[in-house]
């Protein structure tokens, strides 16, 4: 069983920054991305930015510019880190690893760390 467990969360003020953590109990190498999600509330989860097994970068529209992912191999960890925080970015953050072998995808979710931005 693959563990994620996210951590980095907080209470941040408008303009602030945080660097939010995933480390995985598995080699992230082996999966074929690694993504951050976020789901504020009443709101659906919605996809941040995932790096690819290669290292390909990708965000969404609504991230580019102040999210950047990173990850550390050797420490299996993913990173998010977000500048210019503002009060929208409010939201659980979701760390998650995509499994694709023989055509069929497994999603692994961490349990979320949550981020409030106000001041």
């Known amino acids: 069983q693959v563990q994620l467990v996210e951590s980095g969360g907080g209470l941040v003020q408008p303009g602030g920054s945080l660097r939010l953590s995933c480390a995985a109990s598995?080699?992230?190498?082996?999966?074929?991305?690694m993504a951050w999600y976020r789901q504020a509330p009443k709101n659906q989860r919605e996809w941040v930015a995932e790096?690819?097994?290669?290292?390909?970068?990708n965000y969404a529209d609504s991230t580019k510019g102040r999210f950047t992912i990173s990850r550390d191999t050797a420490k299996n960890t993913v990173y998010l880190r977000i500048d210019s925080l503002e009060p929208e970015d409010t939201a659980v953050y979701y760390c998650?690893?995509?499994?694709?072998?023989?055509?069929?995808?497994?999603?692994?979710w961490g349990q979320g760390t949550q981020v409030t931005v106000s001041s």
């Open positions: 998650n690893a995509r499994d694709v072998r023989s055509g069929v995808q497994r999603d692994y």
């Open positions: 598995r080699i992230i190498s082996s999966f074929n991305a």
């Open positions: 790096i690819t097994r290669g290292g390909s970068r």
